[in-house]
């Protein structure tokens, strides 16, 4: 069973940056396409970017486009999400999500493992 765990989110100021991380337990990290979602309160939860299994190919939300950047590590089994110019908008609990496939899918169903969130606020 894999397990995930997220860790870096925080309070910033719009302008601000964080950089979000996710360490996987397990053998498989490497052989699968990982992403990072978001939820915030009164909606559903959401793909903000995607990565498949070598880090070779990227999804990103219009949204966050040009702001985020997501990175796979395969020596050291983490995700990676470095988020730039935030803004209020992006506060959100953010998840870790990993499947059991090479590529990539933006689809919430299509994921297996999930991490516990870790909570991102904006301050304007």
């Known amino acids: 069973q894999v397990q995930l765990v997220e860790s870096g989110g925080g309070l910033v100021q719009a302008g601000g940056s964080l950089r979000l991380s996710c360490a996987a337990s397990?053998?498989?990290?490497?052989?699968?396409?990982m992403g990072w979602f978001r939820q915030a309160p009164g909606k559903e939860r959401a793909v903000v970017t995607a990565?498949?299994?070598?880090?070779?190919?990227?999804y990103y939300a219009d949204s966050v486009k040009g702001r985020f950047t997501i990175s796979k590590d395969n020596a050291k089994n983490t995700l990676y999400l470095q988020m730039d110019s935030l803004k209020p908008e992006d506060t959100a609990v953010y998840y870790c999500?990993?499947?059991?496939?090479?590529?990539?899918?933006?689809?919430?169903?299509?994921?297996?493992?999930w991490g516990q969130g870790t909570q991102v606020s904006v301050s304007s």
């Open positions: 397990g053998r498989t990290f490497s052989r699968s396409a």
């Open positions: 999500a990993g499947r059991r496939d090479l590529d990539i899918t933006i689809r919430t169903t299509d994921y297996d493992y």
């Open positions: 990565i498949n299994w070598s880090g070779g190919s990227t």
